[in-house]
């Protein structure tokens, strides 16, 4: 066999980068990267009869980081919802044992989007101050490679920026912490709320003032979208709209999107957007109260429709228990004061916050049945595929490894009246959503828009990700699928996309019939922003780490030992 060199052989391909939709064909793979041919020696996956796509690629995601370990050790009993502890997996195949059902260990958590048959997971919301702890459990997942989005929706620096309209020096601070925390984009939270926890008040509205800063969620949002453009970087500004998760919320989450209106990209990287709106579900309620609580998706997905500056995923309800997380700290409060279970709440100096709660979304409880319809509505209302993806916000929603049930609901009208029918509320779900009146039924072509392609363009990352073109990294998936039998039968979807039949990593075949067979070598991928040096930023942050943070300037920057095996994209920004 040449060296390096394998054949997928005769599978239905499915790529969307090349518009190629269930055509038989072969995909030849040399050294790490999709080739145009091989040798004759090259080794043969036999793929006939199977579906063939690119390896999967998360755009929003809480796998790694302070938050995702408090909730490891916050619940313990989370371990014996997964059902599976593979001990015997260290000792007789060099694997590491794997725990967790909603929040897995570093071990399944690489293992399992393995298994699905992803290669690239964006780890939405890394603390800056917290940065090496994040990059030390990004090392240790294997398999897929990872990026992670600091948060700059509350920090004082940009909030002091933004108070005086002071872009440019915005956009040098972003420069800086990126390049410091090994970081990858824009990531906002709860713009302005989160800083408002810190006095025990919220930031619900996007003009409700900031306290001390004086300045609104409107401004802050404006004035990133700007700041990201003025830098070029290759994902559009990531944003968590204020007032998750409320009855009524759709207004203020439209008003929100359209502060993109009329902001231009500069940006070189392949995408063609300024704002990714994340976990869209929880944002899309109408209602006054619980009582009217309901779904106003189409709404929301009438203006996505219409605006190509944006790109959403779907934060998608998978009616499990699982473990709530995020840097949005008063709505932790929040839904604490909801279900009265166990809640964590910790403060980031002067940088974020965040909670953690427990949850259980149960398909007989009237909200959470309703949140389940929304989430698969906004999919189905959709338009544009490539700008819209699939996450559950994972674990908020529900555990990434129920994406494949996710694409079977998706996939198939029946699977979901089935959902339906079992519900105790049956009609007020139907009377309080339009799932039921919604025939369509999407197709693989979209799946892997959805999952592939789109995102992979959406974080600037298409030439490396989400297709199977010559040039590209050769992260190939085949699943045990009939293509010309969908959607059939909706469990065999479930099933094949939940342990793929192979799945080849960077080159190395990684998983073989559900199982993985190798740790692969895996990739932290960060951007390093090179520009003018700005003297007044250099001495903002100098004064500030020496008089406000807990570490000295020179113990904050990722050391280069915690990402080993890195792929820097430079961006250049012009004086």
Same mark, same amino acid.
């Given at each position: 066999?040449?060296?390096?060199?394998?054949?997928?052989?005769?599978?239905?391909?499915?790529?969307?980068?090349?518009?190629?939709?269930?055509?038989?064909?072969?995909?030849?793979?040399?050294?790490?990267?999709?080739?145009?041919?091989?040798?004759?020696?090259?080794?043969?996956?036999?793929?006939?009869?199977?579906?063939?796509?690119?390896?999967?690629?998360?755009?929003?995601?809480?796998?790694?980081?302070?938050?995702?370990?408090?909730?490891?050790?916050?619940?313990?009993?989370?371990?014996?919802?997964?059902?599976?502890?593979?001990?015997?997996?260290?000792?007789?195949?060099?694997?590491?044992?794997?725990?967790?059902?909603?929040?897995?260990?570093?071990?399944?958590?690489?293992?399992?989007?393995?298994?699905?048959?992803?290669?690239?997971?964006?780890?939405?919301?890394?603390?800056?101050?917290?940065?090496?702890?994040?990059?030390?459990?990004?090392?240790?997942?294997?398999?897929?490679?990872?990026?992670?989005?600091?948060?700059?929706?509350?920090?004082?620096? @940009? +909030? %002091? &920026?933004?108070? *005086?309209?002071?872009?440019?020096?915005?956009?040098?601070?972003?420069?800086? #912490?990126?390049?410091? $925390?090994?970081?990858?984009?824009?990531?906002?939270?709860?713009?302005?709320?989160?800083?408002?926890?810190?006095?025990?008040?919220?930031?619900?509205?996007?003009?409700?003032?900031?306290?001390?800063?004086?300045?609104?969620?409107?401004?802050?949002?404006?004035?990133?979208?700007?700041?990201?453009?003025?830098?070029?970087?290759?994902?559009?500004?990531?944003?968590?709209?204020?007032?998750?998760?409320?009855?009524?919320?759709?207004?203020?989450?439209?008003?929100?999107?359209?502060?993109?209106?009329?902001?231009?990209?500069?940006?070189?990287?392949?995408?063609?957007?300024?704002?990714?709106?994340?976990?869209?579900?929880?944002?899309?309620?109408?209602?006054?109260?619980?009582?009217?609580?309901?779904?106003?998706?189409?709404? @929301? +997905? %009438? &203006?996505?429709? *219409?605006?190509?500056?944006?790109?959403?995923?779907?934060?998608?309800?998978? #009616?499990?228990?699982? $473990?709530?997380?995020?840097?949005?700290?008063?709505?932790?409060?929040?839904?604490?004061?909801?279900?009265?279970?166990?809640?964590?709440?910790?403060?980031?100096?002067?940088?974020?916050?965040?909670?953690?709660?427990?949850?259980?979304?149960?398909?007989?409880?009237?909200?959470?049945?309703?949140?389940?319809?929304?989430?698969?509505?906004?999919?189905?209302?959709?338009?544009?595929?490539?700008?819209?993806?699939?996450?559950?916000?994972?674990?908020?929603?529900?555990?990434?490894?129920?994406?494949?049930?996710?694409?079977?609901?998706?996939?198939?009208?029946?699977?979901?009246?089935?959902?339906?029918?079992?519900?105790?509320?049956?009609?007020?779900?139907?009377?309080?959503?339009?799932?039921?009146?919604?025939?369509?039924?999407?197709?693989?072509?979209?799946?892997?828009?959805?999952?592939?392609?789109?995102?992979?363009?959406?974080?600037? #990352?298409?030439?490396?990700?989400?297709?199977?073109?010559?040039?590209?990294?050769?992260?190939?998936?085949?699943?045990?699928?009939?293509?010309?039998?969908?959607?059939?039968?909706?469990?065999?979807?479930?099933?094949?996309?939940?342990?793929?039949?192979?799945?080849?990593?960077?080159?190395?075949?990684?998983?073989?019939?559900?199982?993985?067979?190798?740790?692969?070598?895996?990739?932290?991928?960060?951007?390093?922003?090179?520009?003018?040096?700005?003297?007044?930023?250099?001495?903002?942050?100098?004064?500030?780490?020496?008089?406000?943070?807990?570490?000295?300037?020179?113990?904050?920057?990722?050391?280069?030992?915690?990402?080993?095996?890195?792929?820097?994209?430079?961006?250049?920004?012009?004086?």
């Amino acid at each position: 066999m040449a060296s390096g060199e394998l054949i997928v052989k005769g599978g239905f391909v499915i790529d969307p980068t090349r518009k190629i939709d269930g055509d038989v064909g072969d995909v030849a793979i040399r050294d790490g990267k999709i080739v145009d041919k091989v040798s004759s020696s090259a080794k043969v996956i036999d793929a006939k009869g199977k579906v063939v796509m690119a390896g999967g690629v998360d755009v929003h995601s809480h796998v790694a980081g302070p938050k995702v370990n408090v909730g490891r050790l916050f619940r313990p009993e989370d371990k014996l919802l997964s059902g599976v502890c593979r001990s015997g997996m260290a000792q007789k195949n060099g694997y590491r044992m794997e725990s967790g059902f909603s929040i897995p260990s570093t071990f399944k958590t690489g293992y399992d989007y393995a298994r699905m048959g992803y290669g690239f997971v964006m780890e939405a919301a890394m603390p800056p101050i917290h940065s090496p702890h994040v990059h030390e459990e990004i090392h240790d997942t294997p398999i897929i490679d990872e990026a992670a989005l600091p948060v700059f929706g509350n920090n004082w620096f @940009v +909030m %002091d &920026y933004l108070r *005086k309209g002071e872009i440019e020096n915005t956009a040098a601070y972003i420069a800086w #912490l990126l390049k410091a $925390t090994k970081g990858y984009g824009v990531k906002v939270v709860n713009p302005g709320g989160t800083a408002a926890w810190g006095w025990g008040l919220n930031c619900l509205n996007l003009d409700d003032h900031v306290p001390y800063f004086e300045l609104t969620p409107r401004e802050i949002i404006r004035g990133l979208l700007e700041a990201n453009e003025y830098l070029g970087l290759p994902h559009s500004m990531h944003v968590h709209q204020n007032d998750l998760g409320n009855p009524g919320n759709y207004t203020g989450t439209i008003e929100s999107l359209k502060i993109a209106e009329g902001i231009k990209t500069k940006n070189k990287f392949g995408r063609e957007q300024v704002m990714h709106s994340t976990h869209l579900q929880f944002h899309s309620y109408g209602g006054d109260g619980w009582g009217t609580f309901c779904s106003k998706a189409k709404e @929301v +997905m %009438d &203006y996505v429709n *219409k605006a190509k500056g944006l790109t959403i995923d779907l934060g998608c309800v998978t #009616l499990d228990e699982t $473990t709530t997380m995020t840097a949005d700290g008063p709505f932790e409060h929040h839904l604490h004061g909801l279900n009265h279970l166990k809640w964590c709440n910790v403060d980031v100096e002067m940088e974020t916050a965040a909670g953690v709660v427990p949850y259980i979304y149960s398909k007989d409880v009237l909200p959470n049945a309703i949140q389940w319809a929304t989430g698969l509505e906004l999919a189905l209302y959709a338009k544009d595929m490539n700008r819209t993806f699939l996450t559950t916000d994972h674990p908020n929603a529900g555990p990434f490894t129920r994406y494949p049930r996710v694409i079977k609901w998706l996939m198939s009208k029946k699977a979901r009246e089935a959902v339906l029918a079992t519900m105790k509320n049956t009609d007020k779900v139907i009377n309080a959503t339009t799932i039921h009146d919604i025939d369509r039924e999407l197709t693989l072509f979209e799946i892997a828009q959805m999952t592939r392609s789109g995102p992979a363009k959406c974080l600037g #990352l298409n030439n490396l990700y989400g297709g199977l073109a010559p040039g590209m990294i050769a992260d190939v998936a085949v699943f045990d699928l009939n293509y010309k039998n969908l959607p059939g039968d909706a469990e065999k979807i479930e099933s094949a996309f939940q342990r793929a039949a192979c799945f080849i990593k960077s080159g190395e075949v990684v998983v073989r019939d559900g199982e993985v067979v190798s740790n692969g070598h895996k990739k932290t991928v960060w951007v390093n922003v090179n520009m003018p040096e700005n003297l007044q930023v250099k001495r903002d942050i100098t004064q500030s780490f020496t008089k406000d943070y807990t570490v000295q300037l020179e113990n904050y920057s990722v050391k280069d030992y915690l990402a080993p095996h890195p792929f820097v994209i430079n961006v250049d920004v012009e004086a």
